[in-house]
């Protein structure tokens, strides 16, 4: 039960990519995308239950293995791609109205969204730090044709960039688990426990510290890469611009938190090997890095698509201050908000898709009166980019108040202080883009072509930006799971 | 193999690997920068089997088949193939040029010697003495994928770079767990193929695989 709890969420979507590369995209097999992303969050739910009340588990000899913060993560992947999938329908059919999509087209989509859940998932019950590279780098070449899905001159520029920075990013990620791996075998645990995240922390204190902090900042480094944070950022804005939307959404919302998780997992046996002050410095700077270039980028962005892109660079850089406040607190935050930043990032990205096939530009200057021609549509993607500033009652406003507290707790002020003020020019810049493209004089005067976009084609997204309300009003369902999920470290002192 | 020539025979390969690294960077026909990466990887493949007669590892040899097959043999020939399909053979102007190039290579090498110095000390076994040779090629694919121009220049420099950590991986530790190299291993397979699916598109998108052409996104 055990091993199947771990295997399912890595065999069903494969094997729904799979089902696709046989049968092609067609009406009778659209849902089943949306349906294998829908077990992979309840197979989340059941993780995150068995583990929240027995315990972590191994499986298959160390190579799996489930926690809370592994079922958690799941149910995030889950729900923001039963989004992604459910949007993937009309955003195909909008391809082919527009006369871009062809069946072959649409068969590898189908077979790239699905193989990408299946190595996100792998990367979060891999049980083992290269088990994990590995997944991670697969969903680098998985979705490197995923970018450059439109073939336009700009897609492939954008999957080159894609392709190698993140590749050499985290080669170097492979450096410091290589290093890290020699430390560990030096420090007397075998070849199966050397990369295992439990036996590294219960056996920091024997890592030599020299070697540790090299393969750490290495590490740090090239996850980072993945995740966003700067100095390895620069593929993000043009591959999360570039994708499809329903891909974005996926990059953005889920991709963007399982590398950075890594991060998380990586900074507890770092605290136990080095004291919490080194892997804390490093990112604090990769946060105040990150949003700084975020915040002066979105202040003369022309580009809606790179608005939201640069926004979640913002997010994981203020993800990374929390990580950087360690505290229980903290990290529960930084949970809370990967969950709701991925739901409400991939309802911005799917609507700024609808957009996009609506209007026939991506530039915030030439949609203007979007809330006169298409109410709905526009309703959806404002109420997603208040999730995404962080208005109550949605669940952002929440953490990003825990990290705030966090933070001034753990005596990061002044740090925190200056990444609250970068948000702030952030949130000008977003606040006022978006609404120059809601309101404003309607050019067109009353509803365009093929603007009125189906009440059906926004259920899905309406109901996750009230999932995103719900967890932020009564945070019951989760809290004692974020709590249980905290990859929290053992102080360095009490060893 | 005895203990002694199995040394010697490792101190031979760790200088091939270093000489074929820098020699990448001086030649400017993209032909021989592919050849060397073959050399390179052929030397890797010595310095696993080496390693295994030192340390009595049979496994290690099946390793050492396995990367001389992958790094010697295939990646160089699917690089070559992209070389053919594309028609340009040399790199047109590089950022640095050649002799500054082995100026900046004789300083990475010697920051390689300095960077692995706690690494070098972790273990007293016959490859750590070597494991800066692994570094220097890292540092050499970090410095040719900033410093070159053309799309398969950037191949070259990133399959150095993974030549580097292999090579360190082997000196440091007698390698990874062996289903954590298949699972690099085919990554980095995957890789270059996406690669070289790539620069057939820009070839047909651009009319040329110059990276300093790739100008359509910005701020």
Not at chain 2, 151 to 162: H, K, N, R
């Amino acid at each position: 039960m055990n091993t199947l709890l771990l295997l399912a969420p890595i065999v069903v979507p494969a094997a729904a990519s799979g089902a696709y590369l046989v049968l092609g995209w067609r009406r009778s097999t659209a849902h089943l995308g949306t349906a294998s992303a829908a077990l992979i969050f309840v197979v989340g739910v059941m993780l995150a239950v068995r583990t929240v009340r027995d315990g972590g588990f191994d499986a298959l000899s160390g190579w799996l293995s489930g926690d809370p913060l592994a079922g958690f993560l799941l149910m995030v992947i889950g729900a923001v791609a039963v989004v992604a999938c459910a949007a993937s329908r009309g955003y195909l059919a909008g391809e082919r109205a527009d006369g871009h999509g062809d069946g072959p087209g649409e068969r590898r989509y189908a077979v790239l969204v699905q193989a990408f859940l299946a190595a996100m998932a792998c990367a979060v019950v891999a049980g083992n730090l290269g088990l994990i590279w590995v997944a991670i780098e697969a969903t680098t070449t998985v979705t490197a044709f995923l970018v450059g899905h439109k073939r336009s001159r700009a897609a492939v520029e954008a999957a080159w960039k894609y392709v190698v920075i993140c590749s050499v990013g985290i080669a170097l990620a492979l450096l410091g688990i290589v290093i890290l791996y020699a430390a560990a075998r030096h420090a007397g645990l075998s070849e199966a426990s050397a990369l295992d995240f439990d036996a590294l922390a219960g056996h920091a204190r024997r890592l030599d510290p020299a070697a540790t902090r090299m393969a750490i900042a290495l590490i740090v480094l090239g996850f980072g890469a993945k995740a966003g944070l700067a100095p390895l950022h620069s593929w993000l804005p043009d591959a999360h611009s570039q994708a499809p939307a329903p891909v974005s959404a996926l990059m953005s919302g889920v991709l963007l938190s399982v590398s950075f998780s890594v991060i998380l997992r990586t900074k507890q046996v770092a605290d136990a090997a080095l004291g919490a002050g080194f892997v804390r410095a490093l990112l604090l700077i990769a946060a105040l890095a990150t949003l700084t270039v975020a915040a002066l980028l979105l202040i003369g962005q022309r580009d809606f698509k790179r608005m939201l892109a640069y926004s979640s660079m913002e997010h994981m850089g203020l993800m990374a201050l929390g990580a950087a406040a360690g505290t229980p607190l903290a990290l529960s935050a930084v949970l809370l908000h990967i969950a709701g930043h991925g739901l409400g990032k991939a309802v911005a990205f799917c609507s700024s898709g609808q957009i996009l096939h609506a209007e026939h530009t991506s530039r915030i200057e030439d949609v203007t009166g979007l809330a006169a021609r298409a109410p709905v549509l526009a309703g959806t993607f404002g109420a997603a980019v208040l999730v995404l500033l962080g208005f109550p009652p949605f669940s952002l406003f929440a953490s990003e108040v825990g990290i705030a507290r966090a933070g001034f707790a753990a005596g990061l002020g002044w740090p925190t202080a200056a990444a609250f003020a970068l948000m702030l020019v952030a949130f000008a810049a977003i606040g006022a883009h978006t609404l120059r493209m809601l309101a404003g004089p309607d050019p067109l005067h009353g509803s365009a072509p093929g603007s009125g976009a189906a009440l059906r084609a926004q259920a899905p997204l309406i109901s996750a930006l009230l999932v995103v309300a719900v967890i932020g009003v009564a945070a019951w369902p989760l809290a004692h799971l974020l709590s249980a999920a905290a990859p929290v470290s053992i102080p360095w002192s009490t060893r | 193999m005895s203990g002694a020539a199995s040394v010697q025979v490792l101190d031979f390969a760790c200088g091939v690997f270093l000489l074929a690294g820098v020699g990448a960077l001086w030649r400017r026909a993209l032909s021989a920068v592919i050849g060397l990466l073959a050399v390179q990887g052929a030397a890797l493949a010595v310095v696993a089997a080496a390693l295994g007669a030192d340390e009595h590892h049979p496994e290690l040899y099946a390793v050492a088949a396995g990367v001389g097959v992958l790094r010697a043999g295939v990646l160089p020939g699917l690089a070559r193939r992209a070389l053919a399909a594309s028609g340009e053979d040399r790199e047109s102007e590089p950022l640095v040029n050649v002799a500054s190039s082995l100026l900046v290579a004789a300083a990475l090498v010697l920051l390689a010697y300095a960077v692995a110095q706690p690494l070098a000390r972790l273990e007293g076994s016959q490859g750590s003495r070597a494991l800066p040779v692994g570094l220097a090629s890292v540092l050499i694919g970090l410095f040719m994928l900033v410093a070159r121009r053309k799309a398969l220049s950037q191949v070259a420099g990133f399959l150095l770079l993974d030549n580097g950590i292999t090579a360190v991986a082997f000196l440091a530790a007698a390698g990874v767990p062996l289903l954590v190299e298949i699972g690099v291993s085919f990554d980095l397979l995957l890789v270059v193929l996406v690669l070289r699916v790539l620069t057939v598109r820009m070839q047909s998108a651009f009319g040329t695989t110059d990276l300093d052409d790739l100008r359509e996104l910005h701020d």
